[in-house]
């Protein structure tokens, strides 16, 4: 039974998705047609997830898929994301299916299995969230037994991470979103009263308006600029938690979502692949355009054309999930490369491979909840709209998203160059993650320019070490960052005063060194130079600059290399001294899709740099 299934995950409904493993890194094009995104959750994702569940079921705490053990790898979700599978197993039953009885009880066993186990934040959320749904259907004493309902009143609350005062305990603002949803379902269950919900909402918009400002964009930190995924995200959960919960979005709250929606729309594409910087993107990167678009179309901000092509991206991302992201042989998504399938994939240390379950379970239920949205607004079965791919044409070639000006700047500038998209986020990862190249100021474009999950190479960026041997980068302190337009060419040009000292955990200015930089963006050609400036008796000892691509075959030529395989054809570098073509071996050199193939290195040394201002240059150009 469990081999049928997965021969029947690895056929894809659609006919244009051929062997992913020949498409890597972008996956398969869906350029005409798509199946509706209700036919791939119910024939396709719901038998993965089933199989899934009947492995647990069987083999309990000895679970392992792909060899990795399930239980006891220190995954603190894990709990609440089988509860929230379990449960959406019964409540899709009718009141007279004769497997009722059983999923109920198979409910019960695995909420006192799992009772143990770790249980934290996101984790509390999914499990009082699956409590609620049972409990609205008045099958919540039937689903868990009295004792381990008394256990589970008391574990399932929002001050296990909130202090006295409403300050998280160590964890980003988004987790506001969290502690409200878990506040709010409690009160909904009778556990609590509504005061709490009440001040963990108004201190979550608070936080939104404070640091989100003028444009719209939720900070992940207090001020510091990290405007990654979740920035964009945030809103769409905020507002799916304030409907879950029977509440409605204020006007407030819709007009955030609008500007979220618009940074969304620039993304589309055949591939139905979603963000391309920041942490955590991969699969999680296409399901947020999911959590965003029908958040915005249950609150109509979109316009009707809109939401057609949004249920027509929609349809594309869960095509890709199984036909790109779940492994038939295991039945499992992967996004860390264990298999063939794989090839070399990297996420983040935070969704290492013990989580395996719960990103299965997890990422499942953005499409299956998502999909059920779109049901609800009429489009059940509906083939996406055939103008997609036109429709896409009609975006605009050159915009400009502002997140924060001020002393620092930050925005997203995104050029549309007929089917491809490029992105050049200007942001400070700050905490943990300013160093890492997802964050830099380069430019990112799905199959063909990506940074790898937790690396911290110079990706297209000159790193300058000192003669005292400090290591500065120009990654977080951005001022009067200005955006032109002519016709087909965009221009972007900063300065820093300061560069980001490496070895810490934060960004942390010194001024020993300033630059000033300036890309040049027009059809099929991308540029970026830079005036570095040591100040007065600083000596540099060196400069580096690397660039992974997924391009292969290079042959190096005069000032660059050339690519017989790949979207890049060609890239070249001037002022980085000699540089160098190998094949991308290091595992460090993977992106959330695939794994590069060649990594050029660039190095120029103390002799070759006097203390005068030092220009470098790259250029790339594609297909």
């Known amino acids: 039974m ?61 679970t392992k898929i792909d060899g990795v053990a399930v239980f006891g790898g220190g995954d603190k979700f894990l709990p609440g994301k089988i509860a929230a599978t379990m449960a959406h197993r019964i409540v899709a039953l009718d009141a ?17 299995l799992t009772l143990a186990n770790d249980n934290e934040s996101w984790g509390l959320y999914y499990y009082i969230n699956a409590l609620h749904d049972l409990h609205a259907r008045g099958l919540l004493e039937r689903a868990v037994r009295p004792a381990t309902l008394a256990t589970l009143r008391q574990r399932l609350d929002w001050r296990r991470f909130v202090r006295p005062d409403l300050s998280l305990i160590n964890l980003p603002n988004n ?13 909904l269950l009778g556990w609590e009263d509504a005061s709490a919900g009440d001040q963990l909402l108004a201190r979550m918009i608070d936080h939104y308006r404070k640091y989100s400002g003028e444009y719209g964009f939720a ?27 029977g509440m409605t979005p204020s006007d407030e709250v819709k007009a955030w979502l609008r500007k979220s929606v618009d940074l ?48 027509a991206f929609s349809s594309r991302v869960t095509a890709r999930y199984m036909d790109f992201w779940i492994d038939p042989v295991s039945g499992s998504v992967d996004m860390w490369g264990r298999t063939a399938w794989g090839q070399g994939r990297r996420t983040d240390v935070y969704r290492g491979e013990a989580r395996i379950l719960g990103e299965n379970f997890s990422l499942a239920r953005q499409h299956i909840y998502t999909n059920a949205i779109w049901n609800r607004l009429g489009y059940r079965g509906q083939a ?47 905490e943990g993650q300013h160093m890492n190249n997802p964050y830099f100021p380069i430019p990112f474009s799905p199959g063909m320019l990506a940074g790898s999950a937790d690396a911290a190479f110079p990706q297209l960026l000159p790193r300058v070490t000192l003669g005292d041997g400090t290591v500065l980068m120009p990654l977080a302190f951005f001022k009067d960052v200005r955006v032109t337009r002519r016709g087909a060419v965009t221009e972007v040009r900063w300065h820093q005063t300061a560069l980001d000292r490496m070895g810490g955990n934060d960004a942390q200015l010194d001024t020993r060194v300033s ?6 963006f027009s059809p099929g050609k991308i540029e970026r130079r830079d005036r570095i400036v040591p100040a007065e008796g600083v000596k540099i000892g060196r400069i580096d600059m ?14 660059g290399v050339r690519f017989a395989r790949g979207a890049v054809q060609r890239f070249v570098a001037s002022g980085y001294g000699d540089c160098d073509a190998q094949p991308a071996s290091d595992p460090v050199y993977r992106s959330p899709t695939g794994p590069f193939s060649t990594v050029v290195k660039c190095s120029r040394f103390a002799a070759e740099i006097d203390s005068r201002a030092i220009a470098t240059v790259w250029s790339l150009s594609y297909n």
């Open 2 to 62: 469990r081999a049928l299934l997965l021969l029947a995950l690895a056929a894809p409904l659609s006919a244009q998705a051929a062997d992913r493993r020949a498409e890597a890194p972008a996956g398969p094009i869906y350029t005409d047609s798509v199946a509706p995104m209700d036919a791939t959750v119910t024939t396709r994702l719901m038998p993965q997830v089933e199989a899934l569940v009947e492995q647990l079921l069987r083999d309990g705490k000895a």
């Open 96 to 112: 007279n299916d004769p497997r009722l009885d059983q999923r109920l009880r198979e409910f019960a066993d695995m909420a006192e």
């Open 175 to 187: 987790y506001y979103g969290v502690a409200f949803s878990i506040a709010r379902f409690r009160h």
């Open 219 to 245: 900070d992940e930190t207090e001020g510091k600029g990290r405007f990654d995924r979740y920035s964009v995200l945030l809103i769409g959960e905020i507002a799916h938690r304030l409907l879950e919960t």
């Open 264 to 311: 969304l729309l620039l993304r589309f594409n055949l591939h139905g692949e979603g963000f391309e910087y920041g942490r955590s993107i991969g699969t999680y990167g296409d399901t947020a355009f999911l959590e965003v678009l029908t958040a915005a179309a249950l609150l109509k901000v979109m316009t009707p054309v809109e939401e057609r092509m949004a249920y």
């Open 384 to 430: 996406p709209d055939p103008g997609f791919g036109r429709w896409l044409g009609t975006l605009p070639r050159s915009t400009t998203t502002w997140f924060a000006r001020g002393l620092h700047d930050r925005g997203l500038v995104t050029i549309r160059d007929g089917n491809r998209m490029i992105s050049l986020p200007i942001i400070n990862g700050a």
């Open 515 to 520: 630059i000033e930089t300036h890309y040049r």
């Open 546 to 559: 690397e660039f992974a691509t997924f391009s292969g075959d290079p042959a190096k030529q005069p000032g």
